[in-house]
């Protein structure tokens, strides 16, 4: 008896609802001086239909996986093949879960298929927890407002 083995990038496979997202520094300098803190936000590019599949195993403590190889990828994402996308406009994959949000770092990406139908993302997932934030609909350009007292 054969077994049959089902590609990567069949439809079936395509489950998962994710959030491609770009990300950005913002300081805390405005609210309070004395702080140093640099906060990572992240904004959404687009939301697609995935198909995720692990590669290896992580140790997570309190949500953030423990140091390992950041190398290393844990999962594979595949989504289709977006004209609208610029795939070098983000660099992070969110994804809710009914056992809590996840982030995955994008660390390569490639044209699968024959015909480069989809893409693959090789991904580390960086977050498994109910606490993690989740992506903010745009980024605020603050550089776009004038200093307080200056006039045009």
Do not use: C
Request: charged letters at 30%.
């Amino acid at each position: 008896m054969t077994a049959i083995i089902k590609s990567p990038t069949a439809l079936s496979k395509f489950k998962h609802r994710v959030v491609l997202a770009s990300s950005y520094t913002e300081g805390q300098e405005k609210d309070n001086p004395a702080s140093a803190d640099i906060i990572l936000k992240r904004t959404i590019v687009k939301e697609v239909s995935a198909a995720i599949s692990p590669i290896k195993g992580s140790f997570y403590l309190n949500g953030f996986a423990m140091e390992e190889n950041r190398n290393l990828p844990s999962h594979s994402i595949y989504i289709r093949y977006n004209r609208d996308i610029d795939i070098t406009g983000f660099a992070w994959v969110y994804e809710e879960r009914p056992s809590g949000r996840r982030w995955y770092k994008v660390l390569t990406v490639q044209e699968v298929e024959e015909q480069q139908r989809f893409w693959q993302f090789k991904v580390r997932l960086q977050q498994k927890s109910e606490a993690a934030v989740e992506p903010v609909k745009e980024k605020k350009d603050d550089f776009l407002q004038l200093p307080k007292g200056a006039r045009l």
